[in-house]
């Protein structure tokens, strides 16, 4: 299954691919190296190919827990002072996204969503301490039954050229459903209360709407 943010780019690429095939048999020579061109562009469509796949998957319903909205590495966890919409300090806990995770981002709690703002910005390497304020991103908020509001927050990186963003003010978030998708390597920050107790440390790999990431009071 296939993410539909990359239908076009999936339908282009089997074209390259077929052209590529085409030329390849009545251009190049000798035969050792038409199969390098074959492996090559195979290689190429088995990599954009994985970049947009959607696994299906299935969220704890544990109204509680905080599972991961996405795919990768968990490499920020500290207190920061969140000045967008919190006005206050909140636990930061990061997930860096490499080109080879999925990149579907999904909602980490059940509830509303009571703010989503685009941010035009640079496109700094997404593990850079400056990434979460200066690059280009998204924040959304969910209120969420019983404990108040989770912030995740969408970060391009240096690859990254378009953040997609599906949350709209109003919307009904459902923990682990679809909620954007972030075109190759990226972040994604997520602020809770301090002293939320976490279930992930640093280094960890975790897996979008599979992996808990906290469990709140």
Request: charged residues 20%; aromatic residues 12%.
């Amino acid at each position: 299954m296939f993410h539909k943010e990359g239908y076009t780019i999936i339908i282009v690429t089997l074209i390259i691919v077929a052209i590529g095939f085409i030329s390849t048999q009545t251009w190049v020579s000798p035969v050792w190296l038409q199969y390098v061109c074959y492996a090559t562009l195979v290689v190429f469509l088995i990599l954009i190919l994985q970049f947009f796949r959607n696994p299906s998957r299935i969220a704890d319903i544990n109204t509680q827990d905080v599972v991961s909205p996405v795919d990768g590495k968990v490499v920020v966890i500290e207190e920061v002072f969140e000045k967008e919409y919190f006005k206050e300090k909140r636990l930061q806990v990061s997930v860096f996204m490499s080109p080879i995770n999925v990149h579907v981002t999904r909602y980490p709690v059940t509830g509303k969503v009571v703010y989503s703002k685009y941010h035009p910005g640079k496109y700094l390497v997404a593990w850079h301490p400056k990434a979460s304020e200066e690059n280009e991103r998204t924040t959304v908020v969910v209120r969420s039954t019983g404990f108040g509001d989770v912030l995740y927050r969408q970060i391009a990186g240096a690859l990254a050229k378009r953040i997609v963003n599906y949350a709209k003010e109003g919307d009904e978030a459902v923990k682990g459903d679809d909620s954007g998708f972030i075109k190759f390597g990226s972040r994604v920050d997520i602020y809770l209360p301090l002293g939320t107790p976490l279930a992930v440390k640093l280094n960890q790999k975790v897996k979008g709407s599979q992996s808990i990431i906290a469990t709140l009071k």
